[in-house]
């Protein structure tokens, strides 16, 4: 950008690999402090493997958890994965529970044991517990580091307990201290800000707020994002099926997790199946899993385009509908991406449920006719004057009009039938509609063509 | 769904309809209540404009501004703007202070100074002020809601003030009082939980985090996320030029407008011009913003298939070419398109930077050259079998294959070279791309199919 600083480090990664390679923790440690996060990451990004592990082993273990938090997720599960299993745990050992669980999770079994085996059994009992759940629930996404007191305590135990371990405390970030009863279930949750209120010999659960508002385990982040949209709450107690407290969610988690799956989703629609792609991973993988994608739709287009054999005659007779073809399929795909974005749209923020075909159908259809009719009198109009035929404009125009409401209405519709079937619709969406569409205009203009063949030719 | 619970409300818009038309506030107030905001927000959405008026026109203003809050930005935007102006007024008031400022920004200047006159003059000076900045800066995110006290006030001051207004600020859900010195200047950051450790009698300023990380108002998405990721910070004063405390900004803000923004971009990346598009909105302005993308895309392809009608003489003797110019152009559209997903992914997380052409088209010329072997024999033995004619397969696998490794390097250069220009990647990407790969594929084709002739004839 034209408007960047002067002093911007060009080449950082040039400097990252030599101080790593002198071994020199000390200056390394300062070099890395100097680069904000986006370009410590962007600076690694540009070393391959090796090096990027050689930075990470020379570094502090807190330096490198440091470090490791600035890379992209998928970026940081390989590196930690590639490291020497003690090393690997010592960097662990300084992240947080949840970043813990989740780099775990994603190594080989084989990798995350020998990693677990160099932790302390007490650590590696607690991150193997968060790595049973799943990413996206409550479960996967919490911390597992909150203030908890007994409900017999006084507001002056706690206020020691605070000002004790005040160091230890200064990670956590909350706002609210978590009161436990008999057998260590949730009863209440204690605002610090009220402690300020109280007289120091009241018990606790005097102030506490009772029957607080909690989340399950199992939680899922639509379910989460609804909690959190209700109501003001900062952070959230999870509790077990036994009303134990295992974790905190905060807000800005959920948020961060929705953003994530909105980009994730924006890829898979866009043919990275995962949803995950770095530049950093190795070239044999990047190229088999979008492969796999483009393998599957080479199959979809022959599928698609043999509608058109089937129609060779026609073709032949009329050469200038091959120029039409590909200019159908593009602009029915383009129609029906716009339906599908708005649905999968829509159906994220819940003003859509997979039942709700007719209601969409009939919001769709009117954008189909009427864009429709447009797009078929341009399309109709330029093929009657390049040709001079207007029976040519007439199959044209018709054909992509028609296509159009079938494709507007297949991509509203597409996003809510995948849903209901329990398919992913960012991922799925696409190859359905373009193949439809395909076959469906490479029907519709060739099919007219063949009904008016004696109008035709010559155009 | 299957599994949903069966007391489920299967048509909560009709209630609300009628509930509004009865003009039973209570009623309605109660009725809303019981909905889930995605609830809310899907019955609003089945519901047309007037009726939709009239709910929260029913409504108390505070109910009427947490039904509002509970829907997407856009619809709430078009129904306030629909409302008299003094009861859009008594609406907004109960709103916290951002989302006056976002709301009254979407409105026409009309209709937001006949709501803004509605107002008292500094209420509607305070909402002027925000909605000065844009919405994608600290000025535009930050709310105007938190705790400011003089630098000279005592703890004992401060928890007095915190007692006596504990109903005001129970919204406010921030763990700092902000500290200001002579001219109204930001001088430290109070942490609330330190108030607890302290002498009542001790000035907070001694207590304060002197020289606070702040932001400016100006302070882009980008760099609110780099400040929040680079320290473990939950809320950050956001200040004016003079260092006056203007707002505060939460995490959990950023996180939203982050995972907005790529919501955004998905929709955008699919065609939907302003990234913006509900199905409460307008017929006729869908219609009308769908189309505008649509008639850029009709005029590319025409330009794109021009290329095929230069070829018409070739066409004409190999019509099996007409088959394989749709699956060229879709199969060169995916290849690309993934490279662009990840492009625009790495550009967001600051791992590339636009000057970085090279590293990228390293990185993805290898995908290229393995991925563009692969479909190129897939579809080159299928061309030879179906026609018996291995010339055709040669022609269609070479043409696939090196335009492969254009639609991945044009793809992955493609957000780079628009960021550089200062365009929207995730707008402007997909039409540049398929311009480029449909000229280049079907050019590729047909110009080898041109120099071939004599072998392909009868094929």
């Known amino acids: ?47 391959d493997e ?9 570094l502090e273990p807190e330096a490198a958890a440091d470090l490791l938090e600035d890379l992209p997720f998928a970026q940081a599960a390989d590196l930690i994965e590639n490291l020497d299993p003690t090393v690997a745990a010592a960097i662990l050992r300084e992240l947080p529970s949840d970043a813990q669980a989740d780099l775990v999770t994603a190594m080989d079994d084989d ?26 629930v409550a479960g996967g996404l919490m911390v597992t580091e909150f203030l908890a007191f007994r409900d017999d305590r006084t507001v002056a135990d706690v206020i ?60 899922t982040l639509d379910e989460l994002e609804d ?8 952070a959230l107690p999870v509790v077990d099926p036994e009303g134990r407290l295992v974790g905190v969610i905060r807000r800005a988690l959920v948020e961060e ?25 190795g070239l044999a993988l990047r190229a088999r899993r979008r492969l796999s994608w483009l393998s599957i739709n080479i199959v979809l287009n022959l599928i698609a385009a043999s509608v058109i054999a089937a129609f060779e005659t026609t073709l032949s007779a009329v050469i200038a509908l091959a120029f039409f073809l590909p200019i159908i399929s593009d602009m029915s795909g ?41 797009l078929g009198i341009i399309i109709g109009v330029i093929a009657m004057f390049w040709r001079g035929n207007g029976w040519l404009g007439l199959v044209v125009g018709v054909a992509l009009a028609v296509n159009t409401m079938v494709a507007v ?47 035709l030719i010559g155009a």
Not at 14 to 19: A, F, G
Not at 348 to 372: A, C, H, M
Not at 413 to 418: A, D
Request: aromatic share 6%; glycine share 8%.
């Open 409 to 455: 209405s297949i991509g509203g519709l597409i996003p809510l039938v995948l849903k209901r079937f329990g398919l992913d619709p960012a991922l799925a969406s696409g190859p359905v509609l373009t193949t439809i569409t395909d076959i469906c205009g490479f029907f519709l203009v060739l099919g007219i063509a063949t009904l008016l063949l004696s109008r």
């Open 257 to 281: 997790a929705v953003g994530e799956r909105a980009e994730s989703d924006y890829r898979k629609a866009q043919g990275i199946v995962g949803g995950e792609e770095l530049r950093t991973m």
């Open 334 to 374: 383009c129609s029906g991406s716009q339906a599908v974005a708005v649905s999968i749209r829509e159906l994220t923020l819940g003003v859509v449920r997979p039942q709700d075909l007719f209601f969409v159908w009939v919001k769709e259809i009117g954008v189909g006719v009427i864009n429709g009719i447009v």
């Open 50 to 58: 090796d090096a990027q592990s050689r930075v990470l082993e020379t």
């Open 227 to 234: 909690v959190f949209d209700t109501r003001a709450f900062v």
């Open 160 to 219: 020691d307990d605070l000002r004790r371990n005040a160091d230890a405390y200064a990670d956590y970030d909350v706002q609210y201290a978590y009161v436990a009863g008999a057998g260590g279930r949730l009863v209440g949750v204690l605002r610090l800000r009220d402690l300020l209120l109280a007289r120091p010999g009241r018990p606790i659960r005097d102030l506490m707020i009772r029957e607080p508002t909690t989340v399950r385990t199992d939680a």
């Open 1 to 47: 950008m034209p408007d960047e600083p002067m002093h911007l480090v060009e080449r950082p990664w040039e400097d990252l690999e030599e101080l790593a390679d002198r071994g020199d923790a000390t200056s390394l440690e300062a070099y890395v402090d100097t680069l904000s996060p986006p370009d410590a990451a962007r600076a690694m990004a540009h070393l």
């Open 111 to 136: 990798d995350a044991e020998a990693v677990l085996a160099a932790m302390g059994p007490v650590e590696a009992r607690g991150i193997r517990d968060l790595a049973r759940y799943d990413d996206d």
